[in-house]
């Protein structure tokens, strides 16, 4: 049994050596490419952690500003608005002024039209009297004289009658 106990630990020694052999070969090999591989993975690690940190820190700061740039919309809303105010108020007195312009003139048209209907109706009064004074003073014995005074006025020679007026 000793021989046999003996090639067994030579067969074992063979055995663990070419395994040495081979993992000494191929585990360096494979050590560093796995070492190189975890390195890369902890540098994307880091190179994404940084960037989830920039756009915290952009959000946040972001958030910070939030409140001013609302305040910020909220007054050029509020100014948009006062002007917009300012328009419309312009606007309507510039139209009352303007209708207040137009009433004047058609007062005044209408004002005038009613002078003009008054002096009208006036002269038709004053016509119409006239015309009644005439007719009471015209009688006949009047009518009379002066169709005598008419005929004698035509009967004179054309040199008396430069002398006279008309009355």
Do not use: C
């Amino acid at each position: 049994m000793t021989s046999e106990l003996l090639w067994k630990w030579v067969n074992f020694a063979i055995l663990a050596g070419a395994l040495g052999y081979l993992v000494y070969k191929n585990a360096g090999a494979f050590f560093r490419s796995r070492t190189d591989a975890i390195r890369k993975g902890i540098e994307e690690a880091d190179r994404l952690r940084q960037q989830a940190e920039a756009r915290l820190a952009e959000m946040e700061e972001r958030l910070k500003n939030l409140a001013a740039e609302v305040q910020a919309l909220r007054t050029h809303a509020g100014q948009e608005m006062a002007a917009e105010n300012e328009r419309l108020r312009r606007e309507s007195e510039e139209s009352l002024r303007k209708i207040r312009e137009q009433a004047s003139q058609e007062i005044a048209s209408a004002v005038k039209a009613a002078r003009h209907e008054v002096q009208a109706h006036a002269a038709e009064l004053a016509v119409g009297l006239a015309a009644t004074k005439i007719r009471s003073l015209l009688t006949q014995e009047a009518d009379e004289g002066l169709v005598v005074s008419f005929l004698n006025d035509l009967e004179k020679p054309a040199g008396d009658s430069r002398g006279k007026e008309l009355n």
